[in-house]
């Protein structure tokens, strides 16, 4: 795999599952690579160092260079020690993967504040934090690669995920507008929604379902877009199961009205304006 070799990568969650996967392919194809994972149940509860500090072992016993890192990335001081880790041991940081991600399910009638809170402190800010603590690096040496673990749930919606959907939705908004600005610097920002089998999906789909999609799948997708030769930007790859797919958002021609138009005048145009026949990739009309 081109582009990656001696590169300093942070992978965030990667003490077990995806996160695992990407840093064990990155470390196999030269890179240096801060393994980041809280130790923590997949609601977030707990902590320790026994996740991170294995991967790190069986990176070096592969004769690759890692080094563990404990700090939560929903906090902004744990993100600038994170990068800071990065800085210590290997001297830059060229990439970063924001994989860190907790669960707190529940239908939405159902949903506490401090579920939706966690979940948003873990995803959303967790991206939000880790991104910006690397991004002064990243323009300072015209180069950096982003990505983020964004989810079907968050395109497409899924039952009892508001704050997960939310949150992983949430993202996709991040990396358009960081591909915006990365862009003179030499920084790409993109997003992947991983398919695959992990702690995190064990009790959300079939059992014969999951063991079509091992988490090995995804990590080459997320190892060539951290690359130099990589030039996608804010773009959002859904893969799984050996299948890569793009995802963009489209719009129509729609219509137009001379004044504003009353309701009665939408509702007999409303097919019009909701036909997706003939629509083009979306882009912002303010930008």
Aim: glycine fraction near 14%.
């Amino acid at each position: 795999m081109p582009g990656v070799n001696d590169r300093v990568i942070v992978v965030t969650g990667a003490g077990g599952g995806l996160g695992r996967e990407y840093a064990l392919l990155l470390a196999r194809e030269g890179a240096r690579v801060v393994v980041n994972d809280l130790g923590g149940a997949r609601d977030g509860s707990g902590s320790g160092s026994t996740m991170a500090d294995d991967v790190v072992a069986e990176i070096r016993k592969a004769g690759g260079l890692a080094v563990a890192n404990y700090d939560s990335v929903a906090t902004e001081e744990g993100a600038q020690s994170l990068i800071q880790t990065a800085l210590d041991e290997f001297g830059a940081v060229h990439g970063v993967v924001n994989n860190a991600g907790i669960l707190r399910d529940g239908a939405f009638h159902k949903m506490t504040s401090d579920n939706w809170d966690a979940v948003m402190k873990v995803h959303l800010y967790g991206g939000y934090n880790v991104s910006r603590a690397a991004w002064p690096h990243f323009r300072e040496q015209k180069f950096g690669r982003i990505v983020v673990a964004t989810s079907t749930s968050g395109l497409f919606g899924n039952f009892g995920q508001s704050n997960y959907g939310a949150a992983k939705l949430g993202l996709v908004g991040l990396i358009n507008t960081l591909a915006i600005e990365g862009a003179k610097y030499g920084v790409n920002a993109n997003a992947v929604a991983p398919l695959a089998a992990t702690r995190m999906t064990e009790d959300i789909a079939p059992p014969e379902f999951l063991e079509k999609l091992p988490p090995a799948h995804v990590a080459p997708v997320v190892g060539y877009l951290l690359t130099e030769e990589s030039t996608d930007t804010g773009s959002v790859f859904v893969v799984g199961g050996g299948q890569v797919q793009r995802v963009a958002q489209f719009q129509n021609k729609g219509v137009t009205f001379a004044e504003p138009p009353t309701v009665d005048q939408l509702a007999e145009r409303w097919a019009e304006i909701s036909d997706m026949a003939g629509a083009v990739r979306g882009v912002n009309p303010l930008g």
